[in-house]
C-alpha cells in the first residue's frame, strides 16, 4: 500500500507593514450525505445506519498564492468527513484539471477530514473501509467529490490579497477540550519523553486569521486535536459534531443576517495530532453500574461493549455543544490576538509517495530496518472507550 505525504508550508517572520503578503481564496460548499439508510462511517457498526441530520457537512476550502505570482498556489481543504483517501483526491483533481488545467495537481492540493464519525460510509477505495457499509456507495463518494471540487472553486473564485497572521493558546482548566483515552498505554511510554510535556495530550490550538485589504475579515483556520466522537455509535443523524459545531458558531457571528453556509467568512477547524484524544471528559465508565471500568482493559466484567465514554454533557448532543464552544471560543481568541504574527516569505509544498510496505529506515545503532506488510493488531479488534470494538477482544498491549 502506498501512503501520500502532503505538507503545507509557509515561512514565516514579524513584521510591520500592512501590505497584503499573499493572495487567498476561500470557499465553502455542503457535503451532506445521503440522510437515511446508508452505513456511518468510524464506529465500524453495521446498525449503525442514517435516519436524518443534526448538523449539516461542508467542506471548507483555502488557496494560499504567491502575492506577485497567482499560478504559485496551494490548496487546503478542510471537509466534515470521517477520512479521505486517494480516491476522493483523484476524484477532485479529475474535476478540477477539466476547468483549471495543470494549475492544481496532487503535488499543491492537499484535502483533510475532520475526523467526525457521523457522516457516511461506503466512499473509500479500499476494501476494508468500506465493509460495515457492505460495499462501495456511489452516492456517497460522488457527493463528497463534487462538494470538494465545488469548494475549491469558489475558493479560486475569490482570491484576493490578504494578510495571513499566527497565534497559539492553549486549552486547559475550565476550558479544557480533551483528555487522553489511553492513559495505562501512555504511562508506558520511557519517563524522559513523558516529562518532556505537561500533559498526556496535546492541548495547544493553533489558529490562522486570514484578513483582507481594508482589515476585512476572510476567515480561520483553527488546528486542535480531539477527535470528533461527542456524538456515540448509538447516533443515527448525520452530523459534523463538535468540530463542525465550533465553525457554525464563528461563521454565524461573522455572517449576520445569513443562512449558514452562505456567508463570505469561512471559519474551519481542522484536526492535528488526534491519536487517542478523546473529548469524551466525564472517561469511561461501565453502562450497567456506573463504576468506572477497568483502567487496564476498558472492560466491565468481561465485556467491552459495557465500557463507554462521555460528558462533559448530560447527553451526546450537549456534549457537542460544550466541546463545540470551547473551541469556538479559544480560537476567537486567538482570532483577536494583539500578539499574532504576521506571516511572510514564500509559498512552498512538498509531495511524495513513500511504499510503506518497504521502506528502509537506519536506526541510531547504525542497523538498517525495513518496514512490512500491513497486518491488523489485536488494538485493532479491541477498539476504544469511545467505541467498543467486536467481542471477546479487549484494549491491552504485550
Known amino acids: ?135 462501495f456507495i456511489h452516492d456517497s463518494y460522488d457527493n463528497f467529490v463534487d462538494g470538494i471540487y465545488l469548494s475549491i472553486a469558489r475558493a479560486h473564485e475569490n482570491k484576493a490579497p490578504s494578510n495571513i497572521y499566527y497565534s497559539v493558546g492553549e486549552l486547559s482548566g475550565d476550558m479544557n ?18 516529562d518532556s510535556y505537561p500533559y498526556d495530550v496535546d492541548k495547544d490550538m493553533t489558529v490562522l486569521k486570514i484578513v483582507g485589504e481594508n482589515n476585512k475579515d476572510r476567515g480561520l483556520i483553527s488546528f486542535f486535536p480531539v477527535h470528533p466522537v461527542s456524538m456515540n455509535s448509538s447516533n443515527r443523524l448525520l452530523s459534523s459534531d463538535n468540530k463542525g459545531y465550533a465553525a457554525y458558531l464563528i461563521e454565524m457571528e461573522m455572517n449576520p443576517g445569513t443562512f449558514h453556509g452562505q456567508g463570505e467568512f469561512v471559519a474551519a477547524f481542522a484536526n492535528a495530532n488526534l491519536g487517542d484524544v478523546s473529548p469524551n471528559l466525564n472517561g469511561p465508565r461501565c453502562k450497567d453500574t456506573g463504576e468506572p471500568c477497568n483502567e487496564k482493559t476498558s472492560q466491565c466484567g468481561n465485556r467491552t461493549n459495557l465500557c463507554v465514554a462521555s460528558g462533559p454533557g448530560k447527553d451526546m448532543f450537549e456534549s457537542t455543544k460544550i466541546i463545540g464552544e470551547r473551541q469556538a471560543m479559544k480560537a476567537k481568541e486567538l482570532y483577536n490576538d494583539p500578539a499574532a504574527i504576521r506571516l511572510e516569505g514564500s509559498l512552498g509544498f512538498v509531495h511524495q509517495y513513500v511504499d510503506m510496505s518497504n521502506y528502509s529506515v537506519i536506526l541510531d545503532g547504525g542497523d538498517v530496518v525495513t518496514t512490512c506488510k500491513a497486518a491488523f493488531g489485536y488494538s485493532f479488534a479491541a477498539g476504544t472507550i469511545d467505541g467498543a470494538g467486536a467481542y471477546p477482544f479487549f484494549q491491552t498491549f504485550f
Request: include cysteine.
Open 177 to 194: 477540550a480533551n483528555i487522553n483515552r489511553s492513559p495505562y498505554g501512555y504511562q508506558a511510554n520511557p519517563q524522559g519523553e513523558k
Open 1 to 135: 500500500m502506498q501512503g501520500k505525504i502532503v505538507t503545507l508550508l509557509i515561512l514565516c517572520t514579524a513584521v510591520s507593514a500592512q501590505t497584503p503578503n499573499y493572495f487567498v481564496g476561500i470557499g465553502m460548499a455542503d457535503i451532506t450525505g445521503p440522510a437515511a439508510d446508508v452505513n456511518m462511517m468510524g464506529y465500524a457498526n453495521p446498525a449503525q445506519t442514517t435516519r436524518g441530520i443534526h448538523m449539516r457537512q461542508f467542506s471548507r476550502a483555502f488557496i494560499f498564492c504567491d502575492i506577485d505570482d497567482h499560478s504559485d498556489c496551494q490548496v487546503f481543504v478542510v471537509a466534515d468527513i470521517g477520512m479521505t483517501d486517494s480516491g476522493i483526491t483523484l476524484g477532485v483533481l479529475e474535476r478540477l484539471k477539466t476547468v483549471y488545467g495543470d494549475l492544481y495537481t496532487e503535488k499543491n492540493v492537499a484535502i483533510s477530514s475532520t475526523h467526525t464519525h457521523s457522516g457516511v460510509a461506503g466512499y473509500l477505495q479500499y476494501f476494508l473501509f468500506n465493509i460495515p457499509a457492505s460495499g
